[in-house]
C-alpha cells in the first residue's frame, strides 16, 4: 500500500488549502487634482488585499502618502498619468493620508479600514 502515501499527502493539501478565509480583494481608484483627493475618504474591510488607483486628472504633479501603523506608503503620479500601489488591509483604524508635494498641504483625507 506504498502508493497510498503520496495519495494521502494530496488528500492533505488540497484540505489545507481550502481552510482559511478566502482573500479579498478591494480596487479603489482616487482623482487627484489641484488641490484635493476625490473621493477624500476610503474604505476597506480587515483583511482585504487593497488595489488602489491614484489617478491625476491635474496638471500638477501629485502624490499620495498613507500613514500606517507600520510607517508610510507612498506613491506619486505625474499630471495625466495613474500609478498603483497595492497593500493589504491588515490592521483596522482610521489613517491620514495626504499629498507629499511642496505646498500642497491641503491635499488630504482618510482611510478607514473596519474589522469585517
Ligand atoms: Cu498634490
Not at 51 to 67: A, I, M, V, W, Y
Request: charged share 15%.
Amino acid at each position: 500500500m506504498r502508493w497510498l502515501r503520496p495519495l494521502a499527502s494530496i488528500a492533505l493539501l488540497v484540505i489545507l488549502s481550502s481552510c482559511g478565509p478566502p482573500l479579498h480583494e478591494r480596487s479603489i481608484t482616487i482623482e487627484a487634482t489641484e488641490m484635493r483627493f476625490i473621493p477624500d475618504k476610503l474604505e476597506a474591510t480587515l483583511g482585504e488585499q487593497v488595489f488602489l488607483t491614484l489617478r491625476n486628472t491635474g496638471k500638477l504633479g501629485h502624490s499620495l502618502t498613507f500613514q500606517f501603523p507600520a510607517g508610510d506608503r507612498t506613491i506619486s503620479a505625474q499630471g495625466g498619468m495613474e500609478a498603483i500601489m497595492a497593500f493589504p488591509a491588515n490592521v483596522a483604524g482610521s489613517f491620514r493620508f495626504y499629498c507629499s508635494v511642496p505646498g500642497h498641504a491641503g491635499m488630504e483625507g482618510v482611510i478607514v479600514i473596519s474589522t469585517p
